[in-house]
Nanobody, 124 residues
Framework: QVQLVESGGGLVQAGGSLRLSCAASGRTFSSYAMGWFRQAPGKEREFVAHISSSGGATVYANSVKGRFTISRDNAKNTVYLQMNSLKPEDTAVYYC?????????????????WGQGTQVTVSS
């Protein structure tokens, strides 16, 4: 049974920073790519960032490029999302997910296990 548990969300002012963590269990973590997604109220879940199994390759949505950084620590079975220069439009529930695809994937349906999400609220 794969389990993903996100943490680190909260309320922050515009321009501030947060670091999200996602702890994984139940699968050989270092063998699988990971992704972060987010979902704002009334909107569809959208891709934020992807990292390969080794951490050597990363991809970002244009809306967060240059502000967010995805990383992973395979020894700790954890993936991170460092979010800087936060904007009110970054407000959403953030989810981590894992995929069996070996290539970069950005669609919700390409990921097979999801965490429960963590709320990020950015005030103006």
């Amino acid at each position: 049974q794969v389990q993903l548990v996100e943490s680190g969300g909260g309320l922050v002012q515009a321009g501030g920073s947060l670091r999200l963590s996602c702890a994984a269990s139940g699968r050989t973590f270092s063998s699988y790519a990971m992704g972060w997604f987010r979902q704002a109220p009334g909107k569809e879940r959208e891709f934020v960032a992807h990292i390969s199994s080794s951490g050597g390759a990363t991809v970002y949505a244009n809306s967060v490029k240059g502000r967010f950084t995805i990383s992973r620590d395979n020894a700790k079975n954890t993936v991170y999302l460092q979010m800087n220069s936060l904007k009110p439009e970054d407000t959403a529930v953030y989810y981590c997910a894992t995929t069996t695809f070996r290539r970069v994937v950005t669609q919700v349906n390409d990921y097979d296990y999801w965490g429960q999400g963590t709320q990020v609220t950015v005030s103006s």
